[in-house]
């Protein structure tokens, strides 16, 4: 009718038709299945916070008592991590050995397997402090160790990040790739501790972001449904009731598998 423009006639006016709305609820997440690596430097840089925070205690007794026993947690959970970057000789490839064959040696040519040399001895020299029982030379020690520790993980990041990006759009399928060259690195027993630990530091120190979610998600994307039924079970017992609301209303953590980014 004259004097009213329609809605097309409006944007042809201005360039663009009228967005179209969604209407119905957003579609669930999907699952980054290289999570269980990269935000396992994220469960790392978390323990290492509360060992921080630890050792800043001003009663020097408590402090040496609280560091003692997370930095047992933290060592235990970085042997385990740096396990599946590193494979098991004659084993499982490990996810070093994996980016040199998909990436023309990306993974030696970075020193990245070297670089966990260097970790071990300052992880080193914090044990040979801690059996002073001197909290000023534990702490720093463990300073240094924490200079040393966050470089050679953003290194790794640098590197590892942009590879897994040209893997994924080269059609690599990043899912089997967990399942079969570095998941079996984690022995059979070390999973509740690996996966628990994970859950609470990530709830935790989730710094805005949905961290627990993606790496609860990536998990049950990368189990069968025999895995996932305990896996599940592990990952409900630590996480808060609330993180645990939080993450099943955003993923059906009845299932195993699922969309894959």
């Known amino acids: 009718r004259k004097g009213r423009a329609s809605s ?40 290492m916070r509360d060992m921080t925070e630890a050792l800043a205690q001003e009663d020097d007794a408590k402090a ?28 499982v490839d490990g996810f070093f050995k994996v980016l040199d064959k998909e990436s023309d040696g990306v993974a030696s040519s970075n020193l990245l397997p070297e670089a966990h040399f260097t970790v071990h001895a300052s992880e080193t020299s914090v044990d040979k402090a801690l059996r002073t029982g001197k909290v000023a ?13 966050e470089d050679h993980l953003k290194a790794e990041e640098d ?20 399942r079969k060259d570095i998941m079996p690195t984690i022995k059979g027993g070390e999973m ?33 449904e025999r895995e996932w039924v305990q896996r599940h079970k592990i990952i409900r017992a630590n996480l808060s009731p609330e993180g645990y609301a939080t993450v099943s209303s955003q993923i059906d953590m009845s299932l195993s598998g699922g969309a894959v980014a």
């Open 137 to 149: 030379e534990v702490r720093e020690a463990y300073t240094a160790f924490s200079t040393v520790n």
């Open 8 to 47: 097309r006639a409006m944007g042809g006016v201005f360039g663009k038709e009228e967005p179209t709305l969604q209407t119905g609820p957003p579609p669930p997440p999907r699952a980054e299945v290289f999570s269980v690596m990269r935000n396992g430097h994220e469960v790392l840089r978390g323990m």
């Open 64 to 91: 040496l008592r609280d560091f003692k026993k997370l930095w047992a947690e933290f060592k235990r959970w970085q042997a385990i991590h740096a396990r599946m970057e590193d494979g098991i000789p004659k084993k």
């Open 192 to 224: 509740p501790f690996w996966l628990g630990a994970a859950m609470r530091v990530l709830e935790k120190h989730h710094e805005g972001k949905p961290r627990a979610r993606v790496f609860a998600h990536a998990i049950q994307a990368i189990s069968t």
């Open 159 to 178: 590197v590892m990040m942009p590879q897994v990006r040209a893997l994924r759009e080269k059609g690599v399928d990043l899912r089997a790739m967990l």
